[in-house]
């Protein structure tokens, strides 16, 4: 029985990413937490509380906590909006209650106790910023020693970032960019870490064809959950700009042959106009690097998992 804790942003990615953590067989899903990155906080901490109260399949004892961690840098408004839209759907609000808890601490000190009092080792998947973290370890260094590895979506190391802000040079990706100094302390830890960069789901982006797949399935609850939450997301056809990064950093840390990996040396710039920049170097923190994924079984397995869910 693997333990996982799961922390992410609360954008569509990541709150698909939960629904399918929650159909993972022999898995234990500790904790969940959600910082104010890719989100507005409030309504993607209750979109994830009623996730768990929807589609808690293994019925896990879970509560979310929200992250009091504050940005260096800040999403656009305009992408975060989303969460309150996700919030809003019809199949998580039937009920018009919440049963799953906010936890009572915040999300760093959630993930400290969460970590310690596991089990087993634990797997750490982390959809957004990697400040939670970073706090934690300086808390409390010893979590290193609870956690088998790290799996995060961020960073790119081609140096093709996804981050147009005025004043910077573009390199970045957008959760490094949240808080550079938070990837550094992270890179400076023991810690094993797998990386999904912008540069890791070429395979898997979102088209209309994939919109059309599931619409097909929508008889599936999860699958039409699914379906509206990327119906928020405009992408364009000709030259889609959006991929499956959070699912593809979730199912991998627990499905590893959906992707092909390469072991890399990668440091962070936390300054300057390259402030987020994560980059290949001779003398940098050794991590692994997901190099492609196997579109047919990535998505086969989306759809398997979405399947099996069930309403509570």
Same mark, same amino acid.
């Given at each position: 029985?693997?333990?996982?804790?799961?922390?992410?942003?609360?954008?569509?990615?990541?709150?698909?990413?939960?629904?399918?953590?929650?159909?993972?067989?022999?898995?234990?899903?500790?904790?969940?937490?959600?910082?104010?990155?890719?989100?507005?906080?409030?309504?993607?901490?209750?979109?994830?509380?009623?996730?768990?109260?929807?589609?808690? $399949?293994? #019925?896990?004892?879970?509560? =979310?906590?929200?992250?009091?961690?504050?940005? #260096?840098?800040?999403?656009?408004?305009?992408?975060?909006?989303?969460?309150?839209?996700?919030?809003?759907?019809?199949?998580?609000?039937? #009920?018009?209650?919440?049963?799953?808890?906010?936890?009572? !601490?915040?999300?760093?000190?959630?993930?400290?106790?969460?970590?310690?009092?596991?089990?087993?080792?634990?797997?750490?998947?982390?959809?957004?910023?990697?400040?939670? +973290?970073? $706090?934690?370890?300086?808390?409390?260094?010893?979590?290193?020693?609870?956690?088998? $590895?790290?799996?995060?979506?961020?960073?790119?190391?081609?140096?093709?970032?996804?981050?147009?802000?005025?004043?910077?040079?573009?390199?970045?990706?957008?959760?490094?960019?949240?808080?550079?100094?938070?990837?550094?302390?992270?890179?400076?830890?023991?810690?094993?870490?797998?990386?999904?960069?912008?540069?890791?789901?070429?395979?898997?982006?979102?088209?209309?064809?994939? $919109?059309?797949?599931?619409? /097909?399935?929508? !008889?599936?609850?999860?699958?039409? +959950?699914?379906?509206?939450?990327?119906?928020? =997301? +405009?992408?364009?056809?000709?030259?889609?700009?959006?991929?499956?990064?959070?699912?593809?950093?979730?199912?991998?840390?627990?499905?590893?042959? +959906?992707?092909?990996?390469?072991?890399?040396?990668?440091?962070?710039?936390?300054?300057? /106009?390259?402030?987020?920049?994560?980059?290949?170097?001779?003398?940098?923190?050794?991590?692994?690097?997901?190099?492609?994924?196997? !579109?047919?079984?990535?998505?086969?397995?989306?759809?398997?998992?979405?399947?099996?869910?069930?309403?509570?």
């Amino acid at each position: 029985m693997k333990n996982v804790y799961f922390d992410h942003d609360g954008n569509v990615d990541d709150l698909v990413s939960l629904l399918l953590l929650l159909q993972v067989p022999n898995i234990k899903l500790l904790g969940v937490a959600v910082t104010d990155a890719d989100c507005y906080v409030n309504p993607a901490v209750e979109a994830s509380r009623k996730i768990i109260d929807r589609f808690n $399949r293994r #019925h896990d004892p879970l509560e =979310v906590a929200k992250s009091n961690s504050r940005a #260096h840098h800040q999403f656009p408004s305009n992408w975060r909006l989303s969460s309150f839209s996700f919030d809003a759907f019809p199949i998580l609000n039937e #009920h018009g209650t919440i049963k799953t808890k906010q936890a009572a !601490k915040p999300a760093h000190l959630d993930m400290i106790d969460k970590i310690k009092q596991a089990d087993g080792p634990v797997t750490l998947i982390m959809t957004g910023p990697l400040t939670d +973290l970073a $706090r934690a370890l300086r808390i409390d260094p010893s979590i290193q020693d609870h956690i088998e $590895r790290l799996y995060w979506m961020g960073g790119c190391l081609d140096g093709h970032g996804n981050v147009n802000e005025m004043g910077f040079d573009g390199t970045a990706e957008w959760n490094a960019f949240w808080d550079p100094e938070a990837v550094k302390t992270v890179f400076a830890s023991h810690l094993k870490i797998q990386m999904v960069g912008l540069e890791s789901t070429e395979e898997i982006p979102l088209t209309k064809d994939l $919109r059309l797949h599931w619409a /097909r399935l929508r !008889k599936y609850p999860a699958i039409d +959950l699914i379906g509206q939450g990327y119906s928020l =997301v +405009l992408a364009d056809e000709a030259d889609s700009t959006y991929y499956l990064w959070d699912v593809l950093t979730t199912l991998s840390s627990l499905y590893p042959q +959906l992707v092909e990996s390469t072991p890399v040396k990668a440091a962070v710039e936390t300054k300057g /106009r390259a402030a987020g920049r994560t980059y290949k170097t001779a003398t940098g923190r050794p991590l692994t690097l997901v190099t492609k994924a196997d !579109k047919d079984a990535f998505f086969q397995t989306m759809d398997d998992l979405a399947k099996s869910a069930h309403l509570e």
